[in-house]
């Protein structure tokens, strides 16, 4: 990952996907589209092909017999509609719910076939040193933008900060604050949470925030919990096409991925120390993209 965190890149972006512009390629997909190995390059989509760890990554695989050709791209828009053409045979740099986006205004049905990482959304407090010291009544701010708004409200009602009807969702908003909340909820402009630290109890800020308001990843006092399904559509995923779920191959370079240490530490690195690493089963990313299209769609 980039420095600046994909989730906070993908989630800025509107849901109604922009939908061409995929990269010129060969019309012979390495993807054999079944469970046996694959011949030849596996060609895998990727934003920022220049972060080193992609080396580390090419040179691990090809450790393990598998030779990879990255396939760089300058817009997040371009590797799904690539992968769905055939030009791509695997492709990494969204998390589950830009996926879904996809797949629910295109009618295609890319799949998550192992996870990378979170690169979770933090709250901040320059009065307070943890989520408990937070008086009951007091004001936390959250980004106004749809998706980092939702995103926001569930690092809070994972902190025990606020609770959302219905359990909360990627479309929950302030409006669904429920009253027996313990601290009242503000939008702001995802620009200013950041400044507005001396007059809240706390707010979440952004990634691409962090540096100029003189903050870190480590001074966050709540994050995304990885373990909460509530915060699931957001880890990213390596996508490929449903006939090619079950390629020995591909799973393999997903477990190359997850294991090899200094890949790992190349993306945290690149990510700015951001990144939480996990290993969700693709049965579990599955089924969180399908519940993920059946919210976009009742939405839409």
């Known amino acids: 990952m980039p420095k600046k965190s994909l989730a906070a890149v993908a989630l800025a972006l509107p849901l109604a996907l922009l939908l061409g512009g995929c990269a010129t390629g060969s019309d012979d997909s390495a993807g054999s589209g079944d469970a046996g190995q694959t011949e030849g390059p596996v060609r895998i989509g990727v934003v920022g092909a220049g972060d080193p760890y992609w080396e580390t990554y090419t040179e691990a695989a090809a450790a393990e017999g598998i030779e990879i050709e990255l396939v760089d791209f300058t817009e997040y828009t371009q590797p799904n509609p690539a992968l769905s053409a055939g030009e791509l045979d695997l492709n990494q740099f969204q998390h589950v719910i830009y996926l879904a986006t996809y797949n629910e205004q295109s009618g295609e049905d890319l799949v998550p076939i192992g996870a990378t990482a979170i690169y979770p959304l933090g709250l901040y407090s320059?009065?307070?040193?943890?989520?408990?010291?937070?008086?009951?009544g007091e004001t936390v701010a959250v980004p106004n933008d749809e998706s980092n708004q939702a995103r926001g409200l569930l690092v809070l009602q994972s902190a025990g900060l606020v609770e959302l009807k219905d359990g909360g969702s990627i479309f929950s908003t302030v409006a669904d604050v429920l009253d027996s909340s313990k601290v009242k909820v503000e939008a702001l402009d995802a620009a200013f949470t950041a400044t507005s630290l001396p007059d809240v109890a706390a707010?979440?800020?952004?990634?691409?925030?962090?540096?100029?308001?003189?903050?870190?990843p480590e001074d966050a006092i709540a994050t995304d919990d990885p373990s909460d399904p509530n915060a699931l559509p957001y880890v990213n995923i390596f996508a490929a096409r449903a006939e090619d779920a079950d390629n020995e191959t591909y799973q393999k370079l997903v477990e190359i991925y997850q294991n090899s240490q200094d890949v790992l530490d190349g993306v945290q690195e690149a990510s700015g120390g951001t990144a939480e690493f996990v290993t969700t089963p693709a049965a579990d990313l599955v089924a969180s993209l399908e519940d993920v299209q059946e919210d976009i769609a009742a939405n839409q």
């Open 126 to 136: 320059t009065q307070y040193d943890s989520v408990e010291d937070i008086p009951e």
């Open 203 to 216: 707010s979440i800020v952004n990634n691409d925030f962090l540096e100029d308001a003189g903050l870190t």
